[in-house]
């Protein structure tokens, strides 16, 4: 079929079937007349959008008439064939690309042109780029930015530190927008000893959204983030030691555990929020020489460092661990009985059965047991003593046969990317006969709470991968079904201005960690 003045005769159906004939047959070399009809207009909305599919599935046969479709006058005409050259990487479009977003086209061209230029790898379009990171179109502003950080230009660096700084300004610091979010992707990919640092530096922004990327970016920098997050955790505030042990851990780069035991075993990790954060990164690091320095941990006096500790060596025991437990387990003044505590309230089963090979600490341990009013521990415990042969394990498990507790109807979500800290959660809420449920981030939290499960309380972290406490604060709050749900957030911050955010997001109330079991009851029962 050729095109011309007979297509204009035909009715609305043979101008379709004519064009999908057209398509079928791949006749790139009507592309000219085609463009020229669908340019001129005057045609049914029906075959119009007919004429735009075949165009569309025709262009890709042809780079020459995409590129000379970019110089079209028609801004449909120059979009469809922008999204074409970079769907199909015709690189000839790349100077034309260049010279159209030069000329200070309509915005959304501009936003189509850079992204087919990103797209391409154009770095002939990075000087334009520059011109373009502070554009007052966001998706604009966008483009340029993800250009230049693709193709590590130095000469962006400074515009990139400003806008992430300029997110912490009382008028931004509660909404992060795109521009932010791809400077701090753009520094990321620099990936030099100096933008890592910045990054480093602002662990701790003031903006909650820009907080988590910038911990996401450091985590894929991966061992090139280790020194300077090291460096911090020696001598930064207690909120930046926190925050840095916390990424050490997730970055998962053992070079970062001799920075981690530099510092416990020095002053600088006095408090114990930061010591419970480094046992946590020690745990997910899992050298030797971690797991030597976590067995030291078992004289730990503060309980959420505790649970750090024994949910670390749960997960692989050292060979050489069992005399340290018993010893640890039979120690005095207090501390042989609050670890028989942390090892049940974790389900620590294989530490359970490394303990009870000596009597004493057997007798902590089970004591400990039949105490627990979690019946998920209990039943994990009495499972454990089935599987130790002799009389003494068989007359254990007998004992604590039918002493679960059961749930008194209350339910709590409770929400941390910390494995100790939901174990917490779950060993105090026991003593109330509430039932905890858990997630490790804001995305899992919301799952839940869409599913059937209906709960009386969600108790949240502020700082998590994915998605953190103060975001989905909002979204429960933005759903009228959640809307009435009662929220606790729990924080190790000083920064008053994160407080007031999560106030503002819908919190009713606020837990400062570390935690006791006493005053996480006294405070949830306010709201049971």
């Not at 840095?244 to 510092?263: H, K, M, Y």
């Not at 954060?277 to 899992?286: F, K, S």
Request: one cysteine or more.
């Amino acid at each position: 079929m050729e095109l011309g003045s007979d297509f204009a005769k035909k009715n609305l159906v043979e101008q379709i079937v004519a064009l999908d004939e057209l398509e079928k047959a791949g006749r790139a070399e009507v592309i000219p007349d085609l463009l020229e009809l669908y340019r001129g207009g005057n045609l049914d909305d029906v075959v119009c959008g007919a004429l735009f599919d075949t165009l569309r599935a025709l262009l890709p046969r042809s780079e020459t008439d995409t590129v000379a479709g970019l110089a079209s006058e028609d801004p449909r005409i120059q979009r469809m064939c922008a999204q074409t050259a970079g769907r199909c990487e015709f690189r000839t479009a790349v100077p034309t690309l260049v010279a159209l977003a030069s000329s200070d086209p309509d915005t959304s061209l501009l936003g189509e042109f850079l992204s087919t230029l990103s797209q391409l790898g154009a770095a002939e379009a990075v000087p334009l780029s520059l011109r373009y990171l502070r554009h007052p179109d966001p998706v604009v502003s966008a483009t340029a930015i993800e250009m230049v950080g693709k193709h590590k230009d130095p000469a962006c660096v400074g515009e990139l530190y400003a806008m992430v700084r300029e997110a912490e300004a009382d008028e931004r610091y509660e909404i992060c927008d795109l521009s932010t979010q791809k400077a701090i992707e753009a520094i990321g990919y620099l990936g030099t000893a100096e933008a890592v640092s910045f990054l480093v530096s602002k662990i701790h922004h003031r903006n909650p959204m820009v907080r988590r990327l910038i911990h996401d970016e450091l985590i894929r920098c991966g061992a090139r983030a280790v020194g300077p997050l090291g460096r911090l955790v020696l001598s930064g505030d207690d909120d930046e030691k926190v925050l840095a042990a916390n990424l050490l851990g997730f970055i998962g780069d053992r070079s970062g555990v001799g920075l981690l035991l530099e510092a416990l075993d020095g002053a600088v990790l006095s408090t114990p929020n930061a010591r419970y954060a480094a046992y946590e990164a020690l745990g997910r690091l899992g050298s030797l020489k971690a797991l030597v320095r976590l067995a030291d941990g078992l004289d730990e006096p503060d309980e959420l460092s505790l649970m750090a500790v024994v949910t670390a060596l749960e997960q692989e025991p050292p060979p050489f661990l069992a005399p340290r437990l018993r010893a640890a387990l039979c120690s005095g003044d207090g501390q042989g009985d609050r670890l028989a505590r942390t090892v049940i309230a974790v389900k620590a089963v294989r530490l359970f059965e490394a303990g009870y090979g000596d009597k004493e600490a057997a007798a902590r341990l089970v004591a400990a047991a039949a105490a627990c009013k979690d019946p998920d521990a209990v039943a994990a415990v009495r499972e454990k003593l089935t599987e130790i042969p002799g009389d003494r394990a068989a007359a254990d498990a007998a004992r604590l046969e039918g002493g679960d507790t059961a749930w008194k109807g209350r339910r709590i979500l409770a929400v941390d990317d910390s494995k100790s800290m939901l174990f917490f959660y779950r060993a105090a809420m026991a003593e109330l006969g509430v039932e905890v449920q858990t997630a490790g981030d804001g995305e899992e939290a919301l799952a839940l709470l869409s599913g059937e499960s209906s709960f009386d309380l969600v108790i949240t972290d502020l700082n998590m991968p994915r998605m953190d406490g103060i975001e989905l604060t909002r979204k429960i709050r933005a759903n009228f079904l959640l809307e009435g749900l009662p929220i606790l957030m729990a924080t190790t911050e000083s920064d008053g201005s994160q407080v007031e955010l999560a106030r503002k997001a819908g919190t009713n109330g606020f837990l400062s960690k570390p935690l006791t079991p006493e005053v996480l009851r006294e405070a949830v029962l306010r709201y049971l």
